[in-house]
Nanobody, 114 residues
Framework: QVRLVESGGGLVQPGGSLRLSCAASTTISIWNSMGWYRQAPGKERELVAT??????RYADSVKGRFAISRDYAKNTVYLQMNSLKPEDTAVYYCTATSSGINYWGEGTLVTVSS
């Protein structure tokens, strides 16, 4: 059973930065893909960034502002978020796929407000 635990969310002013972390209970080297999604109040969950086979993909709304990365030694995936906007406010979820099974964390809340 793979367990994913997100952290790093919080309240930040517009233009600020946050780094989200996703700690895995297993080695991430076996994952086929990993990524971040978000869900804003009243909206559907949407893709933010994914990484598979060393290729990254970003939602148009975050390109140039967000960056996904991973640390194999720490079994952790990160999402660096810069130049945050109020519309980035959402619960951010970490996800990983291994052997055809998709795993999700419980999410961390990011609020961008002055």
């Amino acid at each position: 059973q793979v367990r994913l635990v997100e952290s790093g969310g919080g309240l930040v002013q517009p233009g600020g930065s946050l780094r989200l972390s996703c700690a895995a209970s297993t080695t991430i080297s076996i994952w086929n893909s990993m990524g971040w999604y978000r869900q804003a109040p009243g909206k559907e969950r949407e893709l933010v960034a994914t990484m598979a086979n060393h290729a990254t993909r970003y939602a148009d709304s975050v390109k140039g502002r967000f960056a996904i990365s991973r640390d194999y030694a720490k079994n952790t995936v990160y999402l660096q978020m810069n130049s945050l906007k109020p519309e980035d406010t959402a619960v951010y979820y970490c996800t990983a796929t291994s052997s055809g099974i998709n795993y999700w964390g419980e999410g961390t809340l990011v609020t961008v407000s002055s």
